[in-house]
């Protein structure tokens, strides 16, 4: 509720480049002149935002998410806390239509008027005094699209000069500051960083030799001690738990280097190399690192289809991939030592450790720096994960619902019924043919008729099982177990055996498409996996839903 005295938010905001507008300092003890005594403002009412900008990628984009200081000022402007919110220009509060609509909705619900010190006391609640604050909000929009505007117009003119446009130093380049004529001072990288330089010479030279490859380059620039440009880029940057961009050589990285044309003096701009009006690329303001001649055989040896014989890692284990670390990142194979178990699970100790098959976090290969601040990440042996998979598949068949069918899956129970309804005709014709019920001819034609159709089933039925890993499941199981009733409980730890059978005999690809389809598998960090290794893998039936306990659930 608002008391008698008149209350008064400040909000100042200023974007990296914003060169000719006052700190957030300044506008602040200026919007405190401005309230003079007509005003009382508390220190939870100043508002700011440095360093952050306020214009939206797109007209239709706000950018209330991306400004914490302008969002608490809404919501508190929402609530009615204050009369009026000060700020030296409109700009300072929006530059884009939806928050200016955001604005004045919010002093509408509080009852707030506009305070700037360039245009005075605005209200927001009136129409008059919406179409006014909404003109200032959008002005503040034309002359973001004005400003961008000539600075494309400049920047197309000195592409046509050859002159770099590069938003942090490129690998192999050093910076060269220059002064213009009004005294301002940039950065161009335009000389060679030569021990940087000689790492790519060597590179583009050795890699179109057959012995030459993105490996062996990575393994060379690491024993040089070079890391990527990108990795003190990166350490400017706030990064969860203090762990920054190692700066660690990968294949994208190399080969983004090697292909980039500006180390074959080649301006590119928008992902072509600019030409000039005779149609020969332009020349560009820095020297080669490497000649054309050389820089086209890394390109044609990199475009070579013959390299490329693989697609990608093939999956040699059950979980590989699916499983999930407690980060999110998915747990690939890799070796684990360890003592091996017997058939019944049990660890043999008086065995001797051994590299055993496993999963492990995959983090380390995606640097995933917002989810590396997890206390532990994991991983986990086969013959600890796998035989909880294959009990979750089993009991997944065993207690879901009988049209236990995933979409897109097959469905051989209508195949089913007509093998065993032709089964039947095969044996009455047989034995109306002995009884003399038909003539022997008739009985053999109707036979030999159900024979092909049967042959026809059967065909049909080996091809759905080979392309289905849930009928291949349930092929020879389905009249055993779901023979027009549900399974007895009594029957129910015999029929669960034989499910996990059937799956643990299906090919990889098959375990791993019933897997993807039915369950969602984490695994958890913690002790005593040797006793209990349930207590860290947690596995949530995405189909079976009522075979999830509470706590799986929310794990996952």
Known sequence: ???????????????????????????????????????????????????????GKSIREGTRAKRPGFDALLYAAERGEFDAIIAVAGDRLARNYPDGLDIVDACAAGDVVLLLDDDGVLDPRTPGGEERAMSLFTGGRREIRTRSAKQRRRYDAETLQGMPLWGRRPFGFDWVEEVNRHGKVSRRATIHNEREAEAIRWA???????????????????????????????????????VAFSGDWTNASVRSILTNPRIAGLVKRGGEIVTGDDGQPIKAAWEPIVGREAWQAVLDKLADPTRHTAKGRKPHSVGSGIALCVCGLPLRATTIKGKPRDERGVIIAEAEPVKLPGLRCDVSRNQWRERMDVPRHVSVRDDVLNPLIADAVAAAFLFGPADLIPSGAVDLRPVEAELAELREAEANAAALALLGGVAGGIATARIVEIHARVAELQAARVEAVSASAHAAMVVDLRAELWGGERVNIADAAEAKRALRERFESLPLGQRREL??????????????????????????????????????????
């Open 204 to 242: 583009v030279e050795w890699f179109p030799t057959p012995e030459g490859s993105l490996y062996g380059i990575i393994a060379e620039w690491k024993r040089r001690g070079l890391t990527t440009t990108a990795a003190g880029y990166a350490r400017r940057k706030p990064v969860a738990g203090d």
């Open 1 to 55: 509720m608002k008391t008698n005295a008149r209350k008064a938010a400040i909000y100042a905001r200023i974007s990296v480049e914003d060169e000719n507008v006052p700190k957030v300092e300044h506008q602040v003890a200026a919007c405190r002149a401005l309230a003079g005594d007509d005003y009382t403002i508390a220190e939870a009412h100043v508002f700011t935002d440095p360093g952050i900008p306020a214009t």
């Open 515 to 556: 897997v993807r389809v039915l369950l969602a598998v984490r695994v958890l960090p913690g002790q005593g996996v040797k006793l209990a290794p349930e207590r860290r893998v947690r596995i949530v039936h995405k189909v079976v839903t009522s075979l999830n306990d509470a706590e799986a659930a929310d794990v996952a």
